[in-house]
């Protein structure tokens, strides 16, 4: 066969699949507040990974990150971004139920966090979110928040006096450190490394996981290990965009938030574990031994107002609750 009769088949051939129409696809985007080897960072990954397999590559999952949480769930809400991958911080200020699980030593370990989101009590939180033009997908993690500062060692309740601490824009938390004496300062976590730099506030709080992505011991001294609050993790999504999915497709994105969910919990355990000793090889100053109960107890004005403010049957329910 000539050179000439080849080329005419192969483009025989070849017309009717340069004619079809190319396979649409759809992408997702998951904006999310910390690096990408973050365990946030993991959990995005293993659900993009689960759910562009589970749909043959008919949805692309784009991964970005973004630092200002709260502009992050205003763009869910209004459908410019699709879903927001972070801490429950802000979301108080959309979801109020929310702010229940950002209680102070509400959570005894990680088991009895996760027991308690994945049980009705946390399912019954995420069908809250409906009525915000929300959805609240599945629970992730962030982890148990440990306070730093660049100022003094801390080791009891009295150390905290003083202190100007960043925190979250969240009205549970400012008022713990307010009743501890600190100056608690609201701001985006974008805005928080300049922020240590300057000094325009002395520490700030957040899980071990957190601290080491950041490297935030280069712009602090000190570590205290007060775990005083589990700070939950959330995927929250436009509901347009849950709504335009097929069932199965559906179906599929939870199974991929749930390989997510997997993921960014297996990230945290992995970061608790080695993360303390890497801190110190790293140059911070670490306290171990904390009094828990010390802490508690003049966290009780507090207390006494969280039961009155927010759901107290809630917060009992939750304080006693065991596994099955």
Not at 22 to 41: E, M, N, V
Not at 127 to 138: M, P
Request: proline share 6%; hydrophobic share 40%; charged share 20%.
């Amino acid at each position: 066969m000539s050179p000439t009769r080849r080329a005419a088949l192969a483009a025989l051939f070849a017309a009717p699949f340069a004619a079809a129409p190319a396979l649409a696809q759809t992408t997702i985007t998951i904006q999310h507040p910390l690096p990408i080897a973050s365990h946030y960072g993991a959990g995005a990954i293993a659900l993009k990974e689960s759910f562009e397999r589970a749909t043959g590559g008919r949805y692309r999952v784009n991964i970005q990150r973004n630092d200002n949480e709260r502009e992050v769930v205003e763009s869910v809400q209004i459908g410019t971004v699709e879903c927001y991958l972070g801490s429950t911080g802000p979301v108080g200020n959309f979801v109020p139920a929310v702010r229940v699980v950002d209680v102070p030593f509400l959570f005894r370990d990680y088991a009895h966090a996760r027991g308690v989101l994945d049980s009705e009590i946390g399912q019954s939180l995420l069908q809250q979110f409906n009525a915000r033009g929300l959805v609240g997908v599945i629970w992730m993690e962030n982890g148990f928040r440990h306070l730093t500062n660049s100022r003094r060692e801390v080791n009891t309740p009295g150390d905290v006096r003083g202190l100007k601490v960043r925190t979250m824009e969240n009205q549970v938390h400012m008022r713990a450190f307010s009743t501890l004496g600190a100056l608690p300062t609201p701001m985006a976590f974008s805005e928080l490394v300049p922020a240590l730099q300057q000094g325009t506030v002395d520490g700030q709080e957040n899980p071990i996981p957190v601290i080491v992505s950041n490297n935030l011991n280069q712009v602090q001294r000190y570590l205290t290990l007060t775990g005083h609050v589990y700070s939950p993790g959330l995927l929250i999504c436009n509901p347009a965009m849950m709504q335009r999915m097929s069932p199965a497709d559906r179906t599929a994105f939870m199974e991929a938030a749930r390989a997510g969910q997997q993921a960014n919990r297996d990230k945290v355990t992995a970061d608790e574990n080695s993360g303390v000793e890497e801190l110190r090889r790293r140059g911070m100053q670490v306290v171990t031994q904390v009094d828990t109960a010390a802490f508690q107890t003049a966290l009780a004005a507090a207390f006494a107002q969280y039961e009155r403010e927010l759901d107290g049957a809630l917060l009992r329910r939750i304080r006693d609750w065991r596994p099955n």
